[in-house]
């Protein structure tokens, strides 16, 4: 059976390129960044390289790129650090949205069980953060405004330049959970007024364990870990040169094919939107333009999502009903009851995810399994048959 895995917003393939650059790092070239000797040096060598190229991708400084774990370590430093700099001179208010990537949101109710204020703007039916809502919600007191770039699970995408142009003439610090997006979206960091953005490598064809927390000059940030002298003297512990190395050429590579690859999947999703659509009792969640090209997300109505992704993984699909970080949960997804969903629309919710190594013979075969499933799930749902018998009302 055939493998088709639509699951790319949880990880990503690592790229053949990726592998052949990262091998060397394991058996030949395996010295410590920090060591003195010739292999300690070449591998030094080989990570101020791959800071250098990844700065290249962002348009930004060498000495802007902090090397970290993930994309949670990157946003846990960076709202920690923008929260400690702000209680330090009386400002502990926080703006974040409702539906955030928990690694914000927890470390956001971290601070706000301290005594820090939190706003948590809505995100209306579409998915989008109104500007006029973040406009409002600034005061004198505002610390930090963290906002992520591209949502996870239904893939919107927030109006970020018009924040960053908003925090920077009010004096707050604006962090982005760029995750999602950087090696999908065209990213600038010269023209996008940031002070901080986190990314994570396995999200485009990159390793997993490897990230970036970006650092404008200029802006104060606390140590994360202490120990050695590593990053610049603010994350203590010895570099994963293979996955930096990694890392970069996976970025080289997405920068590189960005308009190809975003073209050939927003085709792709396109014709799932358009043929899922056909499915009645069933709707499109978060805008259906304003999204990364590859990110298909909709609801079916009288059905549990967790029975589609079994049966579809059956068939040989890989997908899922939202983040990979809450999978374990019974509760449903946050950020759909954010757009207004009820609990049981959000319980029947599929996304699909693609990536530059899908084929349209995968979109047409899912298209098939789950036109398939959703019917066969409705044929013994109790609550899909109170719906057509009349019941209870349809909600969509």
């Known amino acids: 059976m055939k493998t088709i895995y639509l699951d790319n917003a949880g990880t990503t393939q690592m790229s053949p390129e990726v592998k052949k650059a990262m091998l060397p ?134 109006p970020v330049e018009d924040i960053a142009k908003i925090c920077k003439e009010r004096g707050v610090i604006f962090h982005c959970d760029a995750v999602q997006a950087v090696g999908h979206v065209e990213i600038d960091l010269q023209k996008l007024n940031v002070d901080m953005l986190s990314i994570s490598a396995h999200k485009f064809h990159g390793p997993k364990g490897v990230g970036v927390l970006f650092k404008r000059k200029g802006k104060r940030i606390e140590s994360f870990i202490l120990g050695g002298t590593q990053e610049m003297n603010k994350r203590a512990g010895t570099e994963n040169v293979a996955g930096c190395v990694g890392m970069a050429v996976a970025l080289q590579e997405a920068c590189k094919n960005l308009k190809e690859d975003n073209e050939r999947e927003r085709k792709l999703r396109d014709k799932l939107f358009d043929e899922l659509s056909k499915i009645p009792h069933s709707r499109i969640n978060g805008d259906r333009t304003n999204r990364l090209s590859n990110n298909f997300n909709m609801s079916f109505e009288g059905i549990e999502g967790e029975g589609l992704i079994l049966l579809l993984s059956d068939s040989g699909i890989c997908s899922s009903s939202g983040s990979a970080c809450t999978s374990g949960s019974l509760d449903p997804s946050h950020v759909l009851l954010s757009i207004g969903l009820i609990h049981d629309v959000a319980h029947g919710s599929l996304r699909l995810t693609l990536s530059k190594y899908n084929t349209e013979e995968d979109i047409d075969f899912t298209i098939k399994e789950v036109k398939r499933i959703v019917e066969y799930l409705r044929s013994f749902s109790p609550l899909w048959k109170d719906y057509e018998k009349g019941v209870k009302n349809h909600v969509i």
């Open 25 to 158: 790092f394991f058996d030949e070239e395996y010295g410590n960044a920090s060591s003195l000797h010739f292999l300690g040096q070449q591998a030094r060598e080989k990570l101020e390289e791959a800071r250098g190229q990844i700065a290249k991708c962002l348009n930004c400084l060498p000495e802007e790129i902090f090397f970290t774990s993930g994309g949670s370590e990157s946003d846990n430093w960076a709202i920690t650090s923008a929260c400690r700099e702000g209680e330090r001179r009386g400002k502990k208010h926080i703006i974040t949205s409702a539906f955030e990537h928990h690694a914000v949101l927890n470390t956001v109710k971290r601070f706000e069980r301290e005594g820090f204020k939190v706003t948590y703007l809505p995100v209306y039916e579409n998915g989008i953060v109104k500007v006029e809502d973040l406009k409002n919600a600034l005061t004198d007191d505002t610390a930090l405004v963290t906002i992520m770039y591209a949502n996870n699970e239904i893939g919107t995408l927030q």
